[in-house]
């Protein structure tokens, strides 16, 4: 079993939407959750990162952590074709030794 | 402007070269990473440095080595032993370990 599970897509949804992007993971040890957006032949993009369970809102996107089923989401609200891209999270542990570990990414597609 | 660079953006190689990816960044940040990405992967992660002089292998370190001889500069070297080298490279930092990374632009690597 894979420690991140994300859907690989891809999604395809009309303009105006409202997108749900998520992950699971495994490891209990993970607190640190990430969002990015990564454009075809482009570097990620942070988009978000919270620490806690809950929401935590920006602008047109929603991080959502539930740390008691180990799933993670991301809401993209009013989207827009710019917003066509690979989605990945990621996730860390605070205390020990490094380990981040990347979902494979979501791709999403915006139509207008 | 505060970021990542990665130099080359397109690099090709003949089999059994050795071959140099330039990563920088002004962002000064202790922590800095190396991962690789295939499609529909995951990005795996090869080599990180948490300080200067320091580095320790990721998941996929064979075939690859680095140098931190400077704090702004993490280096990949990816050598003719790495069999299947042809990826998509993406060099990233952060404050410091398991916090948000920021990532550059990436080198495509294709051997011929």
């Known amino acids: 079993q894979k420690e991140v599970e994300q859907d690989p897509g891809p999604l395809s949804v009309p303009e105006g939407a409202i997108v749900s992007l998520n992950c699971t993971y495994s490891?209990?040890?993970?607190?640190?959750f990430m969002w990015y957006r990564q454009y075809s032949r482009k570097g990620p993009e942070l988009l978000m990162y919270?620490?806690?369970?809950g929401n935590k809102e920006d602008g047109r996107f929603t991080a959502q952590v539930d740390k008691s089923s180990k799933y993670i989401s991301l809401f993209i609200r009013d989207s827009q074709p710019s917003d066509s891209a690979t989605y990945l999270c990621?996730?860390?542990?605070?205390?020990?030794?490094?380990?981040?570990?990347f979902g494979a990414g979501t791709r999403l597609f915006v139509k207008a | 402007d505060g970021g990542i660079t990665q130099s080359p953006k397109y690099l090709f190689r003949k089999e059994g070269q050795n071959v140099t990816l330039s990563c920088e960044q002004n962002?000064?940040?202790?922590?800095m990473y190396w991962y690789r990405q295939d499609p529909g992967q995951g990005l795996r992660l090869i080599y990180y440095?948490?300080?200067?002089?320091?580095?320790q292998k990721g998941d996929i370190a064979e075939g690859y080595s680095v140098s931190r001889e400077k704090k702004e500069s993490f280096p990949l070297t990816v050598t003719s032993a790495q069999k299947n080298p042809t990826a998509f490279y993406l060099c990233?930092?952060?404050?410091?370990?398991?916090?948000?990374?920021?990532f550059g632009q990436g080198t495509r690597l294709t051997v011929v």
């Open positions: 440095s948490q300080i200067v002089n320091d580095f």
């Open positions: 990621a996730m860390s542990r605070l205390t020990g030794g490094f380990k981040t570990i």
């Open positions: 990233a930092s952060s404050i410091n370990r398991n916090t948000e990374a920021f």
């Open positions: 962002l000064n940040h202790d922590a």
């Open positions: 919270t620490y806690s369970s």
């Open positions: 490891n209990s040890a993970f607190q640190y």
